[in-house]
């Protein structure tokens, strides 16, 4: 396996990861979750980070953490990357699929194929993890993740990583939503726990921003671009808060600084009546 594939050097500042998740785009413009029109909040979202985030190249890896498509079919997949790329134009794209997705439909055509599985910024790793199920909304690592994680981490015990994927590993709060998170999550923590260079586990899933520590190991979830879901709710409860995005900054000595930021200026009319979605 070749980990030097897909690595690019690392600047003198800090690498900077911008995480997008839960676009849930549709085949064209106009699917829209609990009122909420996902391509227009996607665009918002992106106009935002083009407004706090000027020049050239302002990050170093661009991740999709998973939902990026509301119906599974390659159009939304390649509308995505064309979105994308006209906001952020010149900056490395991967994606990791969630329980909304289909692997095949995310396998573009006349579109430079965005990059999976693993991918190297200067000394850092960020393994991307498949935590989908087939036609479920829980998730679940299968075995072979499993071993593919052990044998990247102890490839490179020196390098810094984070882990990503779509699902929850721990319970955030929101007994609706923790009944999908991973189903195996204590044997992905045994394979973290022996290999102390991953310093943070990220996902999606959630629509929410949160956090915790578990150990050394620092948690992160991030808002959607779309729809929001209320924090410590045990039922199904819409939240205010606009679409957002997080960035990561990775520094050479394994510290991570983050901040979340969400679109400002204006609101949707976001169906808070809705029971579910």
Request: hydrophobic fraction near 35%; glycine fraction near 8%.
């Amino acid at each position: 396996m070749d980990l030097g594939a897909n690595v690019t050097q690392l600047p003198e500042r800090a690498l900077r990861v911008l995480q997008i998740t839960d676009s849930h785009l549709g085949s064209d413009g106009d699917e829209s979750l609990l009122g909420i029109n996902t391509e227009q909040s996607l665009r918002d979202v992106l106009t935002a980070i083009n407004e706090k985030h000027p020049g050239a190249a302002p990050f170093d890896l661009i991740v999709a953490t998973g939902d990026i498509s509301n119906d599974g079919k390659r159009p939304s997949y390649q509308r995505f990357v064309q979105i994308v790329r006209e906001y952020l134009p010149g900056m490395p794209l991967a994606w990791l699929e969630g329980n909304h997705d289909d692997p095949a439909g995310m396998r573009v055509k006349n579109l430079p194929q965005p990059l999976s599985h693993i991918v190297g910024v200067g000394d850092w790793r960020m393994i991307l993890l498949s935590s989908r199920v087939p036609f479920e909304e829980r998730g679940e690592l299968p075995e072979s993740e499993l071993i593919r994680l052990e044998k990247l981490l102890a490839i490179r015990p020196e390098s810094p990583t984070l882990v990503m994927m779509h699902h929850q590993p721990v319970p955030v709060g929101c007994a609706w939503l923790d009944q999908y998170k991973v189903a195996n999550s204590e044997a992905f923590f045994d394979i973290i726990d022996r290999h102390p260079n991953v310093k943070g586990v990220v996902w999606g899933h959630v629509h929410q921003d949160f956090y915790m520590r578990r150990g050394t190991v620092e948690l992160f979830a991030t808002p959607s671009t779309c729809v929001q879901f209320k924090p410590r709710n045990d039922d199904f409860t819409v939240d205010q808060k606009m679409p957002g995005y997080r960035v990561f900054e990775l520094h050479d000595d394994g510290r991570i600084g983050t901040y979340v930021n969400r679109v400002e200026g204006f609101s949707y009319n976001v169906d808070l009546s809705s029971s579910g979605y």
